[in-house]
């Protein structure tokens, strides 16, 4: 039987999601709570890849069990065993083909950047102290919606076939001392989030223009765009799947 895992991570002590040779990985360690409870190897398969530092609100894995299983208990006995800074939110039954990874629909992350210096946000959010003309960042993101290629703000070696993202929702909140930039597409490139967040920050603060963001957009060239932003603000908020995929 095929079951999907809803889980939630703080990134801050692992490489990223993916198992490595010579670093922890949050699949890893995933991996060997459930080979121990199940008694039998298991290997997961993630909705996608979080790079090192980068946190987690939704999250899905598949696996395959061969045992039956009562998915609240094994909910209870898995976090006892993670640490603790991984948990366990629900495990819930899928059709036998059902991908964690090629059937989400859409994916939704967030970066946080605290204007002011907070020791308690160390880890979870970007201080960024320049100043920042809110009404050109907003332009500017408003071009990201629809469809592009996105190479521009792609990771150069990466194994996709195409660049092309439809971008759903892309939008900047600020509350206080916060500023939010939420973005929903139904896929995203390595690196891309924090790619876009470091080069519309370059228009926020008036080293590129509206005009010219729109011009790297076009270009397709990683060479041209800003920074990567630093990983400790970026969150993978949620993952949407066809009401279909799952058991009821």
């Known amino acids: ?7 939630t991570y703080s990134g801050s002590n692992y490489h ?7 670093a922890v990985g949050i699949q890893q360690v995933v991996e060997e709570a459930l080979t121990r409870l199940l008694r039998a190897k298991t290997e ?15 999250q899905f894995f598949h696996t395959d069990i ?9 909910v209870l006995r898995l976090n006892a065993l993670l640490p603790r800074d991984i948990a366990i939110r629900s495990i819930r039954k899928v059709k036998s083909t059902a991908s964690a990874r090629y059937d989400a629909r859409e994916r939704t992350y967030h970066y946080h950047i605290t204007r002011v210096k907070d020791p308690l946000r160390v880890g979870r959010a970007f201080h960024f102290f320049k100043p920042i003309d809110k009404r050109t960042l907003d332009q500017a993101t408003a071009l990201l919606l629809g469809s592009h290629d996105f190479e521009c703000f792609s990771k150069v070696k990466t194994d996709v076939n195409h660049f092309n993202c439809t971008v759903r929702q892309a939008v900047w909140n600020q509350k206080g001392d916060s500023l939010v930039f939420t973005i929903t597409a139904n896929r995203f490139l390595r690196g891309m989030v924090r790619a876009v967040v470091g080069t519309l920050l370059d228009v926020g603060t008036g080293k590129i223009t509206v005009d010219e963001f729109a011009g790297i957009l076009r270009s397709k060239d990683r060479r ?15 993952v949407k799947y066809p009401a279909g995929v799952f058991i009821k």
Not at 46 to 54: L, P
Not at 228 to 236: A, H, I, R
């Open 66 to 74: 061969e045992k039956p299983i009562v998915e609240d208990e094994l």
């Open 224 to 238: 041209k765009a800003g920074m990567n932003v630093p990983p400790e603000g970026l969150y993978l908020m949620k």
């Open 16 to 22: 990223g999601w993916q198992s490595q040779h010579n």
């Open 1 to 7: 039987m095929r079951y999907f895992f809803e889980i």
């Open 44 to 58: 997961i398969v993630g909705s996608g890849r979080t790079d090192t530092g980068v946190h987690c609100v939704q």
